[in-house]
């Protein structure tokens, strides 16, 4: 006979659990809950009722054992629905599979190979303004420095624009868009408020759609002029995908949220990775010189070494899961039950909102001794079976698609700036992490003053 899930704590009359969980970041308020009362709960906002678990056997149930059951909670999404539209992210059933599919062509072995290419030319431009900034011994704000870099990459991994295009025209639309859908998480009438925010975030979007069309539209017919072109980026991929159908709206549509969900879920996730890694490092100077020794090993001349040997770049690749364990850019995922179903001894009724608390798993002494501390050695060798403790790009089939393409391009940029720079922490950085923007990035600035070594 299967039990309700208990109560969490600190529930009020009518406010439920409103009150407690608008005090402190959210999920830091669920995170302690779950450590002091048990790793499944349940609460209350607004007469809803929600599931928050971090026990791993129930996260494995959710993704994988019964992952149909299981939608994506698109609701909680609505900010970011202008930025993600019925892309991969937010798709479910037939549709999602046949973009899967798609895609996955996108992030296989030989076009990762080409990500390296990519990555490399991104970093040689970015080195240029650090070496400017250290001339001046300025203090760089690695947030921005993070996010530019990682916006060229997935530009041009995407839609083959150049560094001074994607400098030019991204960061300008993305940044008041990205904002204001984190503000409209929480004060969801900004939306709707005759306010100079929303103004400048709607002709953002109106620019951002009528950019990427024109692209779209002329890469349409470059194909159809050139048939059997072969597909150079992902938009090529989405083409060829879509080339026995009537180039409708809908078509174009649908070719443009893929690419907007890319750019978007392929930037500011990798970005806060590399700038949590990177305030990690500072603090951390025998992990940053060992990280350093093998770039040394593998980065010789200017060229760029064998795919195979970035491989070897795995205290690099370390160094990088241990940030993404102790920061956690994206601390929840949310789903909604489809059916009646039961886990860990517990009912759980159809159209329940259910959380899976990566945060807490991430953080739980009896999975992780120390969870505070950074070791990166945690993922070295032996010591890697992590499979349903440690799910930043989840797992199961709605794993992040871009995984191995965030890791690859995150060990060359760590292994290249170390190589060139030496960093010292600018003022005030510190651990703290911002309350409400997912994915979650310092709650102030980074900042880093660089020396040029070489
Ligand atoms: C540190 C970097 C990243 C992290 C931590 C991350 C994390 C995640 C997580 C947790 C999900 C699952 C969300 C959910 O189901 O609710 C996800 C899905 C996804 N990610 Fe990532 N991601 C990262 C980088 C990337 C990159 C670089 C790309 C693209 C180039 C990307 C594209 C996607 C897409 C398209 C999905 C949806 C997959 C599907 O539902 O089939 N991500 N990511």
């Avoid at 798609?102 to 990762?112: G, K, P, Q, V």
């Avoid at 991104?122 to 080195?127: F, G, H, I, M, P």
């Avoid at 995922?333 to 159209?351: C, E, I, M, W």
Wanted: hydrophobic share 45%; charged share 25%; with cysteine.
């Amino acid at each position: 006979m299967s039990r309700e899930v208990p109560l969490a704590p600190q529930h009020l009359p009518v406010l439920g659990h409103a009150a407690r969980l608008l005090t402190a970041a959210t999920w830091d308020a669920m995170e302690v809950w779950l450590r002091e009362h048990g790793p499944t709960l349940r609460f209350k906002i607004s007469g809803a009722t929600y599931i928050v678990s971090a026990d791993p056997e129930v996260v494995r149930h959710v993704l994988l054992g019964n992952a149909d059951n299981y939608a994506k909670d698109i609701r909680s999404m609505a900010p970011f629905l202008d930025l993600l539209g019925d892309g991969l992210l937010t798709s479910d059933g037939p549709l999602w599979r046949r973009q899967r599919a798609t895609l996955a062509r996108a992030f296989r072995i030989d076009s990762l190979r080409n990500l390296a290419d990519v990555t490399r030319r991104a970093v040689d431009r970015s080195s240029e303004s650090l070496t400017e900034h250290a001339q001046r011994g300025a203090v760089v704000d690695v947030g921005t420095l993070f996010r530019r870099l990682t916006l060229q990459v997935i530009a041009e991994a995407a839609l083959s624009m150049t560094p001074e295009e994607s400098d030019d025209v991204l960061p300008r639309l993305y940044e008041p868009l990205v904002a204001e859908a984190n503000r409209r998480v929480w004060l969801p009438a900004r939306a709707h408020l005759p306010i100079p925010a929303r103004f400048q975030y709607d002709r953002s979007l109106r620019e951002l759609n009528l950019y990427l069309r024109a692209r779209i539209d002329a890469r349409w017919r470059q194909r159809q002029a050139e048939p059997g072109r072969p597909a150079l980026d992902m938009l090529d991929m989405l083409l060829v995908s879509v080339e026995h159908e009537l180039w409708t709206e809908d078509t174009a549509t649908l070719v443009s949220d893929e690419l907007k969900t890319m750019l978007f879920a392929g930037h500011e996730t990798t970005s806060a990775m590399l700038t949590w890694t990177l305030h990690a490092l500072m603090r951390h100077p025998e992990c940053l010189a060992r990280l350093r020794d093998a770039a040394d090993e593998i980065f010789v001349g200017a060229g760029m070494p064998e795919y195979e040997a970035l491989k070897r770049l795995d205290y690099a690749g370390a160094c990088l899961k241990e940030a993404l364990r102790i920061y956690n850019v994206v601390p929840i995922v949310n789903r909604k039950t489809l059916a009646d179903d039961h886990f860990a001894d517990y009912h759980v009724p159809a159209g329940c909102f259910v959380m899976l608390h990566l945060q807490a798993l991430h953080r739980d002494p009896q999975q992780w001794p120390e969870p505070e501390a950074f070791r990166p050695e945690r993922f070295l060798g032996e010591s890697q079976a992590q499979a349903w403790r440690w799910l930043p790009f989840l797992n199961g089939p709605r794993s992040c698609v871009g995984q191995h393409f965030a890791l690859l391009e995150a060990k060359i940029v760590l292994s290249l700036l170390t190589q060139r720079f030496d960093f010292t922490p600018g003022p005030g950085n510190s651990d703290a992490r911002h309350r409400f923007n997912v994915p979650v990035g310092p709650a102030g600035k980074i900042g880093v003053r660089v020396h040029r070594r070489v």
